[in-house]
């Protein structure tokens, strides 16, 4: 499994992924599954991937030979114009591995799968994220849905149903994802630390922060510590139901 | 889907299941899901159940004929003589009736596939609590993992795994249960109200308090919304990632 989040506040996007990766629950390593793409100043994409490795790394490859090599430079990630424009690309190119994948029709297509989060900024275009599909079509955030999660999305979705606000700060909207893995993380084996974080600010048009948060670090140990105590707290004020 | 949760207490047992069945979402309805057996001052017996309904309304008739019926009394989870023997009968009995239903082998199995969390006690041993799986086996409830799931399982998880407490009163115990139901109900449309209610007192031989707590209920509004409350101000006392 997996768990990324790609979220939408007023002031720009936050996105966050596990890195996690495993064939069986004795078969497991750490592999990185947030790319990002800029040209500064003209446009930042970033891509979180869920699902088979292989997929989604033969994925990211082809979107990455596609934007570098000159010959293939058609069709770009780079020279989309829109981030409309983009999600499909990367649909289609999702589709196509996993196609290419499963010669053996519609069972082994299910076991090459995978998913992807798209997010960014075009020149011309707001900031938007789009949740892309193993069949290669997708669906765009709205502010009825600011937040897209792909993978282990069930443990970590009450909290963030529950306290995200568009004009959270970031340091703010990092904390409620971190609450978010870190309930995750603690449910299932397959989703774990290190996470990846990277934020980018509205109409910055390059990548903002992006940060590696270990177990080591002393903010998320306090956050997930602490998370554990003020839930037991938060518990002991709700009224008692006398029974 | 359904949510059912079976929870072990110093001071006994505490059931709650949720009422919702579906075939589809454009095809819900309302449907018990809990059931006892007692013969007062000798044993009391609980059966959630989460699956196919048809698979365990039939399970349930079969058990309960089996323990009205003169002809028929034996096998009957009214003379089993201890609660592993019950959770053996609810095995056998569940995994006939999806056999008897899946006439197109291993697939239509699954269809027709159901699990059932089984508790009580019985005179001469201690209060316990079993999860039946489809194939008739079953697991039993341990200090390390006192309570057991079946349904909609994910959701719920997080506030039981940091809140639960042996030592709780019934009061703060159903507390719990409603705040994990209500978090599952608020992600799932397949779960849903009215909630089902039991409490089992050690050494009481009898069933306890049996209720059921619908939307109107004013401490489970009270509930449900402060807990929205007092999560989003337990994170508001975490510390910030900064940046």
């Known amino acids: 499994m997996t768990y990324c989040i790609g979220m939408q506040l007023d002031r720009g996007l936050v996105f966050m992924s596990d890195t996690r990766t495993n064939a069986g629950v004795d078969n497991f390593s750490t592999a990185k599954k947030m790319f990002h793409w800029q040209v500064p100043g003209e446009r930042m994409i970033t891509i979180m991937t869920a699902g088979n490795l292989a997929t989604t790394q033969a994925m990211i490859s082809l979107l990455r030979e596609r934007s570098v090599t000159k010959k293939d430079r058609d069709p770009s990630i780079l020279h989309e114009t829109t981030m409309f424009q983009v999600a499909r690309l990367v649909g289609a190119t999702l589709k196509e591995v996993i196609a290419e994948s499963s010669v053996n029709g519609q069972q082994s297509a299910e076991q090459f799968s995978a998913s992807a989060i798209v997010g ?32 282990e999305t069930k443990y970590g979705k009450p909290i963030l149903v529950r306290a995200y ?71 002991q004020h709700l009224p008692s139901y006398k029974v």
Chains 1, 2 share one sequence.
Request: proline share 6%; aromatic share 12%.
């Open 120 to 151: 960014g900024q075009i020149k011309g275009g707001e900031p938007t994220i789009f949740l892309v599909y193993p069949e290669g079509n997708f669906i765009e955030i709205t502010p009825d849905t600011p937040f897209f999660q792909i993978g």
């Open 165 to 235: 606000d568009p004009q959270m700060a970031y340091d703010d909207a990092v904390k409620l994802l971190l609450v978010s893995f870190d309930s995750t993380v603690k449910s299932n084996l397959s989703v774990g630390l290190p996470f990846d974080l990277q934020i980018y600010e509205k109409d910055s048009f390059e990548a903002g922060r992006i940060l590696r948060i270990d177990e080591e670090d002393s903010v998320y140990q306090a956050i997930s510590s602490g998370w554990g105590d003020a839930l037991k707290e938060a518990f």
